[in-house]
């Protein structure tokens, strides 16, 4: 299989949808693939969402209001292949839901612009995938079997199973301010949703200082109590510190059914890997494709729990044992920080591409930034501070002229004058060097 690092300096367009967790996972993997120093544009699902959501206030028909929602992801879906064609990516990468019509994917087909699609839902409960799967290029999923089999039943044939994971950078140890504690630790806690498996599985922690965190838990009496913020999202920044805060983080899987009220599912969740790079510890309920990810042998990385009796035991044993508790997560935190990052899951999504299809990428005629501006009569110092430039934008020293601009056009804060320089450059060869464009 190819390595990434013998890849060039790709552009590559990520899609965002709306809103929803996979907006989160689409944000680290554009980080992840900026910090591999590709060249990287954000279609910004969330800029829509009011005017999306604003359509429910119109009081209109049922039928009618579903008529409006398809036309503003319609519109959304061509503003990417807007996006697309002004970028000239050398891949689209979309996260679930994001807004890519099949009309649209077809146009970018025809373009000859790879497409992929990180699943990162359960395929049991989000059937959607049924509908447009076969017209990405590559479909990464967070599940095995038997998805992978029914993704190749319906005609998709570059599927990929791609687990999550944490972003470095972002899920790490912090140090907490003695106020920070206060507001955000807890000998217990828990972040997430209020499925109802969760539901009817915290009641039997009530009393044992247990804090919840986030949405969907309204109208449970007995859980009122443990509710932090009144159920409000907690932002991801927050997050972190509620991790690193906490003695015990519970991180029981999601299920609508109560039946188990801990599932026997297969996916890992990213909670388990943003935990574990956060040197926090944790108690998952175990999950197929968990062994395979993390060595859960002699407590060695992560303790889990199959039942919530054993869950309980648990929370007893290890809340007198700190020294334990760090030991163990720190030992998970180094299997993230070496397998399990969003870097690791963009190389090999890379990887993948590059060996399904050969000859990708397309090579790119644009001139190297280095002979572009060599040829620019810079001052010699301007010339001598590129190189520290390229390395702070994570770029490689052969990056095109046009990949640095655009890396240069996302920066926030004030232009250097190497900067400065740069983007008058290319406004200049807009102008006169192109054709039709030359002063007569």
């Known amino acids: 299989m190819p390595n990434s690092d013998s890849l060039p300096s790709l552009r590559i367009l990520v899609v965002l949808p709306m809103y929803g967790g996979s907006l989160t996972v689409g944000r680290y993997c554009a980080q992840a693939l900026q910090d591999m120093g590709h060249s990287v544009e954000t279609f910004e699902g969330p800029a829509f969402y009011s005017a999306y959501e604003s359509l429910k206030e119109l009081r209109v028909t049922p039928d009618r209001l579903d008529m409006l929602e398809n036309s503003m992801l319609q519109v959304m879906s061509q503003a990417v292949l807007a996006k697309a064609e002004s970028f000239s990516p050398d891949l689209v990468l979309a996260v679930a839901q994001a807004p890519l019509s099949i009309q649209v994917l077809k146009k970018l087909s025809a373009l000859s612009i790879p497409t992929a699609m990180w699943f990162v839902e359960d395929f049991q409960l989000f059937t959607y995938w049924r509908s447009f799967a076969q017209h990405y290029d590559i479909f990464a999923v967070i599940q095995k079997e038997p998805f992978l089999d029914q993704l190749a039943a319906i005609g998709v044939a570059n599927a990929m199973y791609l687990p999550l994971a944490a972003q470095p950078g972002f899920h790490k140890p912090l140090d907490l301010t003695a106020q920070d504690r206060k507001d955000f630790g807890a000998p ?3 972040l997430g949703a209020g499925y109802p498996n969760r539901r009817l599985a915290f009641r039997r922690l009530l009393g044992s200082g247990l804090k919840i965190w986030g949405s969907d838990w309204d109208g449970d009496a007995l859980l009122e109590p443990c509710l932090q913020r009144d159920g409000a999202r907690i932002e991801p920044e927050d997050a972190v510190k509620i991790f690193n805060a906490t003695d015990i983080n519970l991180n029981l899987h999601s299920s609508v059914q109560v039946d188990q009220l801990v599932s026997p599912g297969d996916f890992v969740n990213p909670r388990t890997f943003e935990l574990a ?25 992560l303790i889990t729990f199959q039942s919530l009796e054993e869950m309980i035991v648990l929370i007893k044993h290890f809340q007198s044992r700190p020294e334990q ?3 163990i997560a720190q030992r998970a935190r180094q299997r993230v920080l070496a397998e399990h990052t969003y870097s690791h ?7 993948f591409i590059a060996e399904k299809f050969q000859g990708w990428p397309q090579p790119r005629t644009s001139p190297q930034a280095m002979d572009v501006l060599a040829q620019a009569d810079l001052a ?3 010339l001598e501070s590129l190189t520290n430039l390229l390395q ?3 770029l490689p020293p052969d990056v095109s002229f046009q990949d640095l601009v655009w890396a240069l056009r996302q920066r926030q804060g004030e232009l250097s004058p190497l900067e400065t320089a740069i983007l008058f450059l290319d406004e200049w060869k807009k102008q006169y060097s192109e054709p039709n464009n030359a002063p007569a």
């Open 188 to 190: 217990l806690s828990f």
């Open 277 to 301: 790079a956060c040197g926090a510890f944790q108690l998952v309920d175990r999950r197929g494709l968990l062994p395979e990810l993390f060595e859960l042998d002699n407590e060695h990385e």
């Open 325 to 327: 508790r760090r030991a």
């Open 345 to 351: 899951r963009m190389e090999t999504l890379l990887q």
């Open 380 to 382: 010699p110092d301007l």
């Open 392 to 394: 702070s934008l994570n």
